[in-house]
């Protein structure tokens, strides 16, 4: 009896783990197969499923839009040709990133502590981010990409560690499939060799023992994919740079610190009108005193493992800001801004992590009351903000496929009618019109201005655009916050 009840401690926080890892996933799952697709998704799909993608490596043509996530166009492509055309199938190769993530996200907790609860609350910080779990339920590459950088980052826990030959190919190749997501994680890769080095030249400087096969080792492995990367890069970002595409975003780094903070928060305002710089405030203030804790372990002990990854890793995301900034001022690049900045959501949460680690290593009796707090916070968060009727940075396109399902039922079958709309739903609406039965019009036109005419018998607009078409259009039907269906007055 005494045996199985001192088992029923250590055995709860892991009952507790596998199911936050279980709810997780079913809620990226759910969101894949019950959302309406997206502009992005949409425009994405038929861009890049018309075409030989591996062509674009020599034709500058193909990036006259940042648009192609390479890694995640070629793995949607293989599944659509497996499984045919759906929400779902466009959706997979996002909902097998998860999986990743959810799965180094647990082993790299488990490679900086062994206490069964914090490894609870760990797992909870770093995944539980309603902005970050939107993205391993969408046809786009930033769930991917976010997932290869956390699984570079633990296989740089992992070198620091056992100094061994897999680890730092970890290192690199985790790094090069994100950048082959998603461009803007060339900041991750940059800033990961930048604390590497780091790293090696202050062991360097303080006459450490440093294995140096391994660290020559890790450097060749770093030579290598760093020069592929380059050879294959060189002409796309070329291209997009001459098309303008890294004009988009921010103009001050606020831009992309508000904008993730909110994000993350998913306009639920906790402390009114201020809340963005309330919990930015707060998170900067443990930050700080995170990396300054980080630089006092590795001055303490140079040669602990683990201090080492403690700098490395709470120092990424201070390296990723510096560099934005520095490229914003030097090449006239824009700050990252919502999407596009969501690679400091794990880099964040791992350093928050890594925090509150440090926090339970110290001798108090209050030790745990932070950490307690913070996982408790994000779980009331996740209840808060999870849903699944939209798309955080898409919510123009959450009733799309309603109003085509709509149309389709009105109008007599075999007829077709006219349908305009405003631009931002024509993606979503022709993804819907190509690959489902509903062959309701012969067209359907991308248009960056309304009509003032009569041409056609139905328009989906934004609410509040009725005064910008013509007045014979009444309205037939509302979608909430979303859009507006008018129908052309017969009079």
């Not at 293989?78 to 909902?95: C, D, K, N, Q």
Request: aromatic share 20%.
């Amino acid at each position: 009896m005494i045996n199985k009840n001192k088992r029923l401690p250590i055995a709860l926080p892991h009952a507790l783990l596998l199911f936050s890892a279980i709810a997780f996933f079913t809620y990226t799952f759910l969101r894949a197969h019950s959302l309406s697709m997206t502009h992005d998704e949409s425009g994405s799909f038929y861009i890049w499923t018309q075409i030989d993608i591996f062509t674009c490596f020599v034709d500058p043509g193909c990036w006259k839009t940042a648009n192609l996530h390479f890694l995640y166009v070629f793995l949607m492509k293989g599944m659509v040709e497996l499984f045919g055309v759906s929400e779902l199938t466009v959706r997979v190769p996002s909902l097998i990133g998860h999986l990743i993530y959810l799965f180094y996200s647990w082993k790299l907790i488990k490679l900086c502590t062994d206490r069964s609860w914090f490894i609870l609350i760990g797992f909870i910080i770093i995944n539980s981010n309603p902005f970050l779990l939107e993205f391993f339920a969408l046809g786009r590459g930033y769930g991917l990409a976010n997932t290869f950088m956390l699984v570079s980052i633990f296989y740089m826990g992992k070198f620091f560690k056992t100094e061994n030959k897999l680890a730092a190919w970890g290192v690199f190749i985790g790094a090069f499939l994100s950048v082959f997501s998603n461009f803007t994680m060339l900041n991750y890769y940059a800033c990961m060799v930048a604390v590497l080095g780091l790293v090696f030249f202050y062991l360097l400087l303080k006459k450490e023992n440093i294995d140096w096969r391994a660290w020559k080792y890790l450097l060749g492995v770093g030579s290598v994919v760093t020069v592929l990367l380059f050879v294959l890069l060189y002409m796309p970002v070329r291209a997009l740079s001459g098309a303008g595409e890294f004009e988009y975003g921010g103009t001050h780094f606020w831009d992309t610190f508000s904008s993730i903070v909110k994000a993350s928060l998913y306009d639920i305002k906790y402390m009114g009108t201020h809340h963005v710089e309330v919990f930015g405030g707060l998170f900067i203030l443990m930050l700080t005193v995170g990396v300054f804790w980080a630089v006092r372990f590795l001055y303490k002990k140079p040669n602990d493992p683990k201090a080492q990854f403690v700098f490395a890793a709470s120092f990424l995301p201070i390296l990723v800001a510096l560099a934005s900034v520095v490229q914003h001022h030097l090449l006239g690049v824009n700050y990252l801004r919502g999407r596009t900045a969501l690679i400091f959501v794990p880099l964040a949460s791992v350093a928050l992590f890594l925090f509150l680690e440090n926090i339970l290593n110290r001798n108090n009796k209050w030790r745990w009351a932070l950490p307690i707090i913070i996982g408790l916070f994000c779980t009331v968060h996740a209840f808060r903000s999870y849903q699944l009727s939209y798309a955080y940075e898409w919510k123009y396109d959450a009733r799309t496929r309603d109003m085509v399902e709509y149309i389709v039922s009105i109008i007599p079958k075999g007829e077709k009618t006219k349908l305009g709309m405003n631009w931002l739903f024509q993606p979503t609406a022709y993804f819907y019109h190509k690959n489902t039965p509903y062959d309701f019009a012969d067209k359907l036109y991308y248009e960056k201005q309304y009509r003032t005419d009569i041409y056609y018998d139905y328009y989906y607009i934004r609410p509040g655009d009725q005064h910008k078409i013509n007045s014979r259009y009444k309205v037939l039907k509302k979608y909430s916050f979303s859009g507006v269906l008018m129908v052309r007055d017969s009079l």
